[in-house]
């Protein structure tokens, strides 16, 4: 998605929505570059952007996040965003903090010292409570329920 370092006018540069529908052989010049009217439900190209879109090579490519973390042998999985109940690893770093600040005296030194120790302190059990508490809140969304109203179901059974 980037020039190459020895192209004459933009090395190292990220290329255009135009630029890649040109690579392609799918640039329309009787269509606009990007629309308003977008339908994400339609296969209409009413745009470069939208013919783009559906072009299953640019909608499978994966990111070089992902592309990066599975060539060192590792899974990525991307959460979904701004759902904290979904996340368990923001449980265990609030524990963390936790522990941090109530055994803290505002020194590096202390916080080098503490930071091991912080980490074993959350238990398996603790985790393992989160992650039930997790499959609740999945399973709340699964249902279709709203954040409040899953939000509701998950204290209902916890309490």
Not at 13 to 41: F, H, M, Q, S, W
Not at 137 to 159: C, D, E, I, P
Request: with cysteine.
């Amino acid at each position: 998605m980037v020039y190459p370092p020895d192209h004459p006018t933009n090395p190292n540069v990220p290329k255009g929505i135009k630029a890649v529908l040109v690579e392609c052989g799918l640039y329309n010049t009787d269509l606009c570059g990007k629309c308003e009217r977008c339908d994400p439900n339609s296969d209409v190209a009413c745009c470069n952007k939208r013919i783009l879109e559906q072009w299953p090579d640019f909608g499978e490519q994966k990111s070089l996040v992902q592309e990066t973390i599975e060539s060192l042998g590792h899974m990525c999985i991307f959460l979904p965003k701004f759902h904290c109940e979904l996340n368990p690893i923001e449980f265990f770093w609030g524990q963390v903090k936790k522990y941090l600040c109530d055994n803290c005296d505002y020194t590096f030194d202390t916080l080098k010292t503490n930071m091991p120790i912080a980490l074993k302190s959350v238990s398996v059990n603790t985790i393992r409570l989160w992650k039930h508490h997790l499959y609740q809140w999945m399973n709340a969304y699964h249902l279709g329920l709203t954040t409040r109203n899953a939000q509701l179901r998950v204290k209902q059974f916890s309490s």
